[in-house]
């Protein structure tokens, strides 16, 4: 991919048996630096920094409107929504986007779904400093 700024390769994981009701906190991706890492250890966001995700993958279990997002609180705002799917049961979703998505800076991607029941999601891009 090409035609966008290159920071730090990352990963992010996500996973709940009820991604419901949870807290801002709660709702984040686990983010992990991808390059010259011996150890995968989760990485602290700083405020300057901004999540480019290229790649989303979603997995359910139970049937569920799966939303992720970005910004500063629990809840999608305008301009904040990243993915917004009906999934079946047992069924997963993968998307590379065409052109990437740039989270609010100092924001994390969160992930809520509105049925209680295993979800799994992975996210992948670099994460570039303003």
Same mark, same amino acid.
């Given at each position: +991919?090409?035609? !966008? ?8 994981? !996500? ?6 009701? +949870?807290?801002?906190?709660?709702q ?10 011996? =150890?995968? *250890?989760?990485?602290? #966001? ?5 999540? =480019? ?15 992720? !997002?970005?910004?500063?609180?629990? *809840?999608?705002?305008a301009?904040?929504?990243? #993915? ?22 100092? *924001? ?14 992975t ?8």
């Amino acid at each position: +991919m090409t035609g !966008f700024a290159h920071g730090r390769p990352f990963h992010g994981e !996500f996973s709940s048996p009820d991604a419901t009701t +949870m807290d801002e906190e709660s709702q984040r991706f686990t983010l992990y630096l991808n390059k010259g890492a011996t =150890v995968k *250890t989760a990485l602290a #966001l700083a405020a300057n920094e901004q999540v =480019v995700i290229t790649d989303i993958y979603v997995h359910v279990l139970a049937n569920a409107n799966v939303e992720i !997002f970005d910004g500063p609180n629990e *809840t999608a705002d305008a301009g904040e929504r990243i #993915l917004l799917g009906s999934f079946a049961a047992n069924t997963g979703y993968a998307l590379t986007l065409n052109v990437p998505h740039y989270c609010r800076q100092g *924001t994390y991607p969160k992930v809520v779904n509105d049925q209680a029941g295993q979800i799994d999601a992975t996210i992948r891009g670099f994460i570039v400093k303003n």
